[in-house]
């Protein structure tokens, strides 16, 4: 039979016994002599170590010049000051004289945040140095602290235009900054005066009244443990509101037991 129609008629059968490929998964020498012994087979070489994945990345991170990234970045009070005082996220920051940083001891067992600075604060870039800061300095000496056993910022470190309530978002803009600036102080206490600065730190909606007269817990990740944290009522509301000054009076108290480890 000639060899074409012996190729033929095998091709046929294949096809009508269903196969219907003819290539393998491997090439195929068959000119090869395989009555030669084969030679040993080599022990596989061990896998390389598979590379260790890299680190993963924080899901949300902190966008560039962002309050929270400039915050995050911060290793002092130095650095943190200059962070706020180059930080240009906040329009009502064009409009006012000075960032209010802070004044005190930043080594003292009380940090006390207020709301935003006033008109002479702004002046002054001081916090707490009006008539407010006239009574908040009575208020310390009658449980006897002062200025230099005390700590004292605001939420915002800017002045609202004619001294107006500051609105969530601008709350929200600078809280990166004050959580930071109370990790790095890490005080024994804390002190909110009045219901913008409760409502900010504790991140709760009650009033102020309802929030003042006990005790609260605040953690961040940069700090060690909680801390302990009293609400009460803003000096400015004092001064035009006597009758709540027995309250403050309580809760004045309350700090001061604290401090000396009775509480």
Request: proline residues 10%.
């Amino acid at each position: 039979m000639p060899l074409d129609m012996a190729l033929d008629d095998l091709l046929r059968w294949y096809l009508d016994a269903g196969v219907d490929e003819t290539i393998g998964d491997v090439p195929v020498d068959r000119f090869i002599d395989r009555s030669a012994a084969a030679p040993p087979l080599r022990p596989a070489a061990a896998a390389p170590a598979a590379a260790q994945p890299p680190a993963a990345e924080p899901r949300h991170p902190a966008i560039p010049g962002t309050a929270a990234h400039l915050a995050a970045g911060c290793a002092g009070l130095a650095e943190l000051r200059a962070a706020m005082e180059a930080f240009d996220g906040l329009p009502l920051k064009r409009t006012a004289a000075s960032t209010v940083f802070a004044d005190g001891n930043p080594e003292a067992a009380v940090m006390i945040i207020g709301e935003a600075p006033g008109q002479e604060e702004d002046r002054r870039g001081l916090p707490f140095v009006g008539k407010s800061g006239k009574l908040l300095d009575r208020m310390l000496d009658s449980i006897g602290l002062d200025r230099g056993s005390a700590y004292i910022t605001n939420v915002l470190p800017w002045r609202p235009l004619e001294n107006r309530k500051p609105t969530p978002d601008e709350v929200a803009v600078c809280l990166p900054f004050v959580a930071r600036h109370i990790e790095l102080v890490d005080p024994q206490v804390l002190v909110l005066l009045g219901g913008a600065a409760a409502s900010a730190i504790l991140a709760r909606h009650d009033g102020i009244s309802r929030l003042r007269g006990r005790w609260h817990d605040y953690s961040s990740p940069g700090l060690p443990r909680p801390i302990p944290v009293l609400a009460t009522f803003h000096p400015a509301y004092l001064l035009r509101t006597p009758d709540a000054k027995r309250g403050a009076w309580r809760d004045l108290l309350m700090v001061k037991k604290r401090l000396s480890g009775r509480d």
